[in-house]
């Protein structure tokens, strides 16, 4: 968990936005931002403040002496590529070193399938409503829960959320839910 909250830190969300995809969007949390009246605000997620000495000291907490060496499977789309060459750019600055790996589109599926990774980068999609993406992806068991991803908390909401149709309930649920995954959860937005 100290890892995946470095990584975080040393994740500058502005930059990527700037370099790889020229100013064209703003950084996302666990949902996107498109989704207005559900998405948290991202300046409400601490790990997503660009800090690399806070990440270095998070490294030491979780005991990491060295550098770290993972692979990214990236999806062979360039946007995609773009992106992937900033972040390891971003995260080697931080003594992780990362090795970029762009199959063919079917075995980058495969892999994602079979939880056949250290780290990805992908694009991720949902519908208007928060449940189709965070029941899939997040919920123990999830169709699409690549991570094998289990938290009772989080599993709970999820459950309630998709029990009611009260929206202001829902909408807090989600909120939590959010917070919850944007510095805990295995997924750097």
Not at 50 to 60: C, G, I, N, R, S
Not at 162 to 173: H, L, V
């Amino acid at each position: 968990p100290k890892v995946r909250e470095a990584v975080n830190y040393a994740v500058n969300r502005d930059e990527i936005v700037a370099a790889a995809l020229f100013g064209a969007g703003v950084p996302g949390g666990p949902l996107s931002p498109a989704l207005k009246d559900w998405a948290v605000d991202v300046k409400d997620f601490p790990c997503y403040k660009y800090d690399p000495a806070k990440a270095q000291a998070l490294l030491k907490e979780a005991g990491v002496t060295g550098p770290i060496s993972v692979s990214m499977s990236v999806l062979p789309r360039q946007d995609i590529k773009d992106i992937a060459q900033v972040v390891q750019q971003q995260l080697g600055k931080v003594g992780i070193k990362v090795e970029l790996k762009t199959p063919e589109l079917g075995q980058f599926i495969q892999d994602w399938r079979n939880s056949n990774f250290d780290m990805f980068a992908s694009t991720n999609a949902g519908s208007p409503d928060p449940d189709d993406y965070f029941y899939r992806t997040f919920r123990t068991g999830g169709s699409t829960n690549v991570f094998k991803y289990s938290n009772a908390e989080i599993d709970a909401l999820l459950d309630k959320s998709r029990a009611t149709t009260d929206t202001a309930a829902r909408k807090a649920d989600y909120a939590t839910v959010q917070k919850t995954l944007a510095c805990q959860g295995l997924i750097v937005h």
